[in-house]
């Protein structure tokens, strides 16, 4: 699928900053559309179809986390790249609570936005072209890879995107450890930072959901090594 077929949309209030990002993405052949408030945003999302969303954070009317969680209540498979000023991992974790699968931060080199979007919009080609009960399991667990639905001993379990991501990847790599930086590089798409516990957030997050309530625990830790998601033996 060509690049003029792919709509994007991007809901940011700088508008030099929006203007730099539409022109640029226009001149790679992407179709685009900007909106300079959040609840603006939100509305055009509502009403037609994106490929990818690129928002910011610090909107007017509407945050960026308000906008994302709207977004993804309606579309669940949408890839959404935050693009924002605050880079603390706090701040990036509440992104990706809401539902953002990636997450920039400004000042930042449009050649990495363009990486960034060329990756998820690839992801998505991949997945609608391999549709068709494409079901991971593990155990009593079962992920529905079509309708993006988790269950485990026949109890459905609500992940957010950057989840069901994660789960994903383990359950793909079952038995195999897993580092925090292969994670880091494969689920985030990006370098790891010694600094940030995200990975061991969203690994905790994935242990209530997934394990807390069972006898059966298929998530472990290997000290210094990183993570391998297993039948507990």
């Not at 953002?100 to 363009?114: C, G, M, Q, W």
């Not at 485990?152 to 990847?169: G, M, N, Q, S």
């Not at 383990?170 to 925090?180: A, E, H, Q, T």
């Not at 995200?198 to 807390?212: A, H, M, S, T, W």
Request: glycine fraction near 6%.
């Amino acid at each position: 699928m060509t690049n003029d077929s792919k709509k994007i949309l991007i809901v940011e209030d700088d508008s030099r900053i929006a203007q730099n990002i539409s022109k640029g993405l226009r001149e790679k052949g992407f179709e685009t559309e900007i909106a300079y408030d959040g609840l603006i945003g939100s509305k055009i999302a509502a009403a037609n179809h994106f490929d990818l969303v690129i928002l910011d954070i610090n909107l007017p009317s509407m945050n960026g986390y308000e906008v994302c969680k709207l977004i993804r209540q309606r579309d669940p498979n949408v890839p959404i790249l935050m693009l924002t000023a605050l880079g603390e991992p706090d701040d990036k974790i509440e992104g990706f609570n809401v539902g953002a699968d990636d997450y920039i931060v400004k000042p930042f080199d449009f050649r990495e936005l363009l990486a960034r979007v060329n990756v998820f919009l690839k992801r998505s080609q991949f997945d609608a072209d391999n549709t068709g009960g494409n079901i991971l399991r593990v155990a009593d667990l079962e992920i529905n890879m079509d309708t993006k639905i988790v269950v485990r001993a026949h109890h459905a379990i609500d992940l957010t995107p950057k989840e069901f991501a994660l789960l994903e990847y383990l359950v793909r790599n079952k038995g195999r450890v897993v580092s925090k930086i292969e994670i880091a590089e494969k689920v985030w798409d990006m370098n790891f930072d010694s600094g940030t516990n995200v990975v061991e957030v969203y690994i905790n997050f994935l242990r209530k959901k997934i394990d807390r309530d069972f006898d059966t625990k298929l998530i472990h830790t290997k000290s210094g090594m990183g993570y391998v998601l297993k039948e507990d033996s």
